[in-house]
């Protein structure tokens, strides 16, 4: 009997998933790769750029390795960026285990389904949220106004700059602000009633102004947001 021979096979039908991302939330440096780990080990030949799709605030970037750091950990390298705003590396759902089984993300049973992906987030907070530039300009003479454009130095949360976050006045005191409307995700611009009498006239935008991770206009750039002077006046 001791002479039987046996042996046992494991039949696994479960896809992989990722369980962790980094990095993730809001970081105050330029990146250049993601890492995200598996909950089981992965057959890295199946883990391929071409299971990764990467956007930014200036639309898709390309993803230009991926590096095994471990059976379940594997690094996703790109080009460095530094644009402020909101990244999403989404990957899958064809990526493999050791016993061929596609990604089950959503842990239906059913893997390699389109929404067996997984996507890491981050956001990319580096410079100050700041007015750069105005049209017209302070020194420009112009028969009438009625459209400001501002220039943001970075994307900015569009549902934070409303006309409460804007006042004008000019010779003859305040000047109703009628609307703002996005033309580009840094560059607005800024509707008043009709103007046409002589004299100067000034606006004042914020502070209450952010960015998409959060942080509030920094106009004085002493590194403290949202201050009564972090408005923009012009």
């Known amino acids: 009997p001791t002479d039987a021979y046996s042996a046992s096979v494991v039949i696994d039908q479960t896809g992989p998933s990722v369980v962790s991302s980094t990095p ?25 750029t071409s299971q990764v799709s990467i956007i930014g605030p200036n639309g898709a970037v390309e993803a230009l390795s991926v590096t095994p750091l471990s059976s379940t950990q594997f690094q996703i390298g790109f080009a460095f960026q530094t644009t402020d705003g909101a990244y999403s590396v989404t990957v899958g759902p064809n990526i493999l285990d050791l016993a061929g089984n596609a990604m089950d993300q959503n842990h239906n049973g059913t893997n390699g389904e389109a929404d067996d992906t997984y996507t890491a ?13 105005q049209s017209p300009t302070s ?26 976050q804007v006042q004008a006045s000019g010779p003859d005191g305040p000047v109703t602000v009628t609307g703002v409307t996005e033309v580009s995700p840094s560059v607005y611009v800024i509707d008043i009633s009709r103007q046409a009498g002589s004299g100067t006239y000034t606006i004042k935008i914020g502070p209450d102004i952010s960015d998409p991770a959060g942080d509030l206009m920094d106009q004085n750039g002493n590194g403290i947001q949202g201050e009564p002077n972090d408005a923009y006046v012009g």
């Open 139 to 164: 020194s420009t003479f112009i028969p009438a106004l009625e459209q400001l454009q501002v220039t943001f130095s970075e994307p900015i949360n569009p549902g934070s700059f409303t006309a409460s």
């Open 24 to 48: 993730s939330g809001t970081i105050t440096t330029g990146e250049s790769y993601v890492d995200v780990t598996f909950d089981k080990a992965i057959q890295a030949s199946s883990f391929t």
């Open 121 to 133: 987030a981050f956001t990319i907070a580096l410079q100050p949220l700041q007015i750069i530039a």
